[in-house]
């Protein structure tokens, strides 16, 4: 860690003194607002679709981070943590954490034996691209997406030759992450590396407000300072590609995602016991390979995919005995292999019309012990997933029509339908209409279905209909830009999977008749150039009710899902100039219930936060090297606040990151 320190302070010191004898000579200018791939406002590929691409100037200066971190601060997506390093689901569109499908290079994260996804585990450095399919446009990926879907990929880049960067952070409660990344190649092939390693003690101190002592002086509850024990955490993973054209139309690419968590998980700031009971520990080994061949025939692609995934996940409670020492209480491990089977074909031309066909086949095979209490499971799921795209086109207007049927276990499952349109009204003025509507299911998980005790094999799978309609304006020019989107949606989902208390002493899982989920989401985006200047700014604002309809009459009634915010927003500015930049984050979230009845009461009710971080940098070059250099504050006002009841969050706090690039 001293080594690290040092280093860290040398590179500064170096980056500094070139910086000062850089600015002197010579001003690096900044260039044009560049277009992304979004840039065009009538899209045949997303007719319909509202989807949000992650800005990589984002990706690089959170390297650091995990994913969930990175969209609870840049999307609309609100992430539910239990604390740094700790879990991290999705809730999007007021949906349950299953309901987000994610997947890497198309092969889907989503357990099968959970559902969901722990974004905590995902590095954002792992991934060259992220973007954010809102609602019914995850029909387009997989089934399941009822609130949306995050697509994560790695990109090959043909034009860099010789890349390397290094890149390593220091910050609070003993945090630190060493990150390597190199390119090599040339016009017939190239290779990609990745080397990760995160770690962090994670012992932050805060105000236990779940417990407290009565002071015989003042009558008043004094609540005291506590430390978050037994939550260090690490991460650590290496990640290949390889690319090769074997002619100039086709092209055969190798992934390989290594990757090891190893975690432990802090008691809940209301348990009272010994410090040396209930230590939780998790470990998972995480290891996946894909081979893809692709190729250009005219206007026809083909697609050819095939992945292979093994997971090996252990969770161990222990309590510390005297004289006896760590005794377990649970030692659990699950297994999990999957492969992912994919073949595509696209023609994307004919006439104005564009089809797509797309078949998967997956199969999972899932095993468990548990050691200490003698027991096993062992189940298979076999899936088969075909969809069927036609799409027409003209400047001002696009429209889509999406099949999706798949067959689960050899059970059909319902169909899925999405139908979508982009309509400019205007040649000469930049806005655009887009509705879509669509129906989506998800198939109960392997635990809803066969959890002991508690798993209900006569589950059904929940359905979703999705209706959306919004408006795009789009002005961009040389220097500047402007984008602002507003939509609406209403999701309409039946046969809700909720487990909930029984009065046999456990949770079991049951069917709602029905959950209503609606709101706006509306996200504006302005960059400008003037000079040595640059300003961005995007704004991102949601409204969402997610209601209960499931028995009229009842204290559950028509009220809001737990932990679903009605208001939830973030703003990011961005100034750069010259070769300094600052930026300032903003997150706000109203009040959030964590009981279906929405008591409010000190313990049944997370009041409103407001989040904010800051951070500024230096960036400079010489010859072929680059040094960038961050200093990040989050929480920037110290506030004290709680995603999940029970969990504390950590208070201000700093991240000093410094990155060297190399490019020939």
């Known amino acids: 860690m001293r080594l690290n320190v040092i280093i860290i302070l040398i590179l500064i010191l170096a980056s500094t003194l070139d910086a000062q004898t850089t600015l002197s000579d010579t ?3 900044i260039g044009p607002v560049q277009v992304d791939q979004n840039h065009k406002l009538v899209t045949p590929e997303k007719s319909g679709m509202q989807t949000t691409k992650v800005d990589s100037s984002v990706l690089a200066e959170n390297t650091g981070t995990d994913l969930g971190e990175l969209l609870n601060s840049n999307s609309p997506v609100f992430i539910k943590s239990n604390g740094r390093g700790a879990m991290s689901t999705a809730s ?8 987000t499908q994610v997947s890497w290079n198309g092969i889907n994260l989503n357990s099968p034996l959970l559902g969901m996804v722990d974004f905590s585990q995902l590095p954002v450095f792992a991934f060259d691209e992220i973007e954010i399919f809102h609602g019914g446009a995850s029909v387009e990926n997989s089934s399941g997406g009822l ?8 990109a090959s880049n043909w034009d860099t030759l010789n890349h390397f960067s290094y890149n390593q952070g220091i910050g609070s409660y003993s945090t630190h992450h060493e990150l390597i990344k190199w390119d ?11 080397i990760f390693n995160i770690q962090s003690a994670n012992d932050y101190t ?4 779940a417990i407290g002592d009565l002071n015989p002086q003042t009558g008043q509850i004094e609540n005291p300072l506590d430390t978050n024990h037994n939550a260090q955490y690490g991460l650590k993973g290496t990640m290949q590609a390889f690319h090769f054209k074997p002619k100039k139309n086709q092209v055969i690419s190798l992934f390989q995602w290594n990757q090891i968590n190893d975690r432990l998980i802090p008691r809940a700031t209301s348990y009272e016991g010994p410090n040396n009971d209930n230590l939780n520990r998790q470990v998972l080994n995480d290891s996946k390979t894909q081979l893809k061949w692709k190729g250009h025939f005219n206007y026809n692609i083909i697609d ?14 222990k309590n510390n005995v005297n004289g006896l020492g760590e005794i377990p209480v649970i ?3 699950i297994r999990q292999n999957s492969s992912f089977n994919r073949v595509t074909y696209e023609n994307q031309k004919w006439n104005n019309w564009r089809f797509k066909i797309d078949i998967k086949v997956d199969y999972h095979v899932l095993s468990g012990e548990d050691t200490v209490l003698k027991s096993t499971f062992k189940h298979n799921r076999y899936e088969i997933k075909p969809l069927a795209r036609i799409n027409y086109s003209t400047k001002q207007l696009s429209a889509q029509a999406l099949f999706r049927q798949e067959f689960i276990d050899n059970e059909r499952m319902p169909f899925l339908p999405f139908f979508g349109v982009d309509y400019q009204p205007l040649k000469k003025i930049p806005f655009k209409f887009t509705g879509n509507f669509s129906r989506n299911f998800r198939y109960p998980t392997i635990n809803d279905l066969y959890w002991s005790p508690g798993g209900n094999p006569n589950l059904l799978p929940e359905q979703g209909n999705t209706f959306e309609l919004g408006s795009t304006y789009l002005n961009q020019k040389e220097r500047y830009k402007v984008k602002i989107q507003l939509h609406y949606f209403y999701n309409d989902i039946k046969k809700w999977i909720l487990w909930a208390p029984s009065f046999r002493g456990y949770w079991e899982p049951q069917n709602l008749n029905k959950v209503v989920s609606k709101g706006l989401e509306t996200n504006a985006n302005l960059e400008c150039i003037k000079n040595n200047w640059k300003l961005q700014c995007n704004m991102v604002y949601g409204y969402t009710k997610a209601l209960n309809k499931h028995e009229k009459g009842s204290e559950t009634y028509n009220k809001q899902l737990v932990y ?3 208001h939830s927003g973030n703003i990011n500015l961005r100034i750069t100039y010259k070769n300094y930049h600052l930026r300032y984050q903003h997150n706000s979230y109203s009040e959030r219930f964590t009981t279906s009845s929405n008591e409010i009461n000190q313990r049944d009710w997370l009041y409103p936060y407001f989040m904010n971080s800051m951070a500024f940098g230096l960036n400079c070059k010489w010859k072929n090297y680059k040094f960038q250099s961050n200093f990040q504050i989050n929480n920037l006002f110290n506030e004290t606040y709680h995603s999940i009841l029970y969990r504390p969050m950590p208070k201000q706090n700093y991240l000093l990151t410094l990155r060297i690039n190399y490019q020939k």
């Open 27 to 29: 001003i690096i200018n």
């Open 92 to 99: 999007f569109r007021g949906t349950a954490s299953s309901h």
């Open 147 to 154: 609130g949306g879907a995050i697509l994560l990929n790695q």
């Open 184 to 194: 090599i190649g040339n016009k017939k092939w190239n290779w990609q590396s990745k």
């Open 206 to 209: 805060f105000i236990n407000r």
């Open 304 to 317: 050819v995919t095939t992945s292979f995934t093994n997971q090996n996940s252990s969770y161990f409670v």
């Open 331 to 333: 030692a659990s491990i």
């Open 564 to 566: 679903i915010p009605v």
